[in-house]
């Protein structure tokens, strides 16, 4: 019970949302704009919930006129598997909310008109959230994957790329069956920004991961992959080849022969508390 009155203190209402509120009571449109609410702020505190019980740093909880954000303060460093279950903690509310509604329709607690709009208000949601754009859940899903198999920065810029794409593609969908609906261009609006916002701070993103990665999260890595090396190679295009969920070994080679092997905390030393910021590797090797 503690837990889910800090999870509800955590949760701020952006001021347009009152506005709405106040124009659906105008407009004899209050019990559809609650309904559609009430939805999105089970959908973010699912994903609240499941952050909380991995002890994520969880900074907000918005709830947005056209949506909500569940804002956490982790920067890549959790293993994949866990944040896929946060990511996936919010759709899966969605089905437990029909269900419950499909319930309560059988045992008729609830008109069928009401059902079909509440169902109707899921599905939209749960659907949306799903498109592979960031920063919703499938964009987030996007993310995941390709870490499996690519540096933080490469799966971060893919998936910006791709979220571009899907953009684009889901606009022109609505162009074409649906030009005149105000509210998903706001909505579109707001996902661009979304991505150019996220473009434009991929730098210091991913910073920030290294940082987490040296000061902060110490959890075990998933697994050992090593990374190889030049010894011309720059400490930061060698720090770009960091993955998620990874611990690394650096092997550095020269004229195909292997010259040493350098611990990732030491890449990550000298090029945070050393501030050797344009270092080559082989001044690494020879000073470790």
Known sequence: ????????????IHPLLWLIIALSIVTA????????????????????????FFSWRIKKITLLPFG???????????PLKEEAIVVLAGPLQHIWMMSAAYGLLSLNIIPDDLYQLFIQYNLMILVFNLFPVWPLDGGKLVFLMLSLKNSFARAHQITLYIS???LAVFSMAILLTAPAHINVWVVIGYLL???????KQRRFIFMRFLLERYYGN??????????QAREEDL???VLEKFQRGCKHPILVEA??????????????????????LTDKISDLLFLY
């Open 1 to 12: 019970m503690s837990r889910l009155i800090s999870l509800l203190r955590l949760v701020y």
């Open 29 to 52: 449109h209050f019990r559809e704009v609650c309904m559609l609410f009430g939805i999105i702020f089970i959908h973010e505190m699912g994903h609240a919930a499941a952050a909380s």
């Open 68 to 78: 909500g954000v569940a804002e956490m303060d982790e920067h890549g460093n959790r």
């Open 164 to 166: 571009l794409l899907s």
């Open 193 to 199: 920004f979304s991505i150019y916002y996220e473009w």
């Open 218 to 227: 110490k959890s075990n890595p998933d697994e050992l992959v090593p990374i």
């Open 235 to 237: 400490l930061i295009h």
């Open 255 to 276: 004229a195909g022969e292997k010259k040493g092997t350098l611990d990732e905390n030491e890449l990550l030393h000298a090029y945070f508390t050393e501030k050797r």
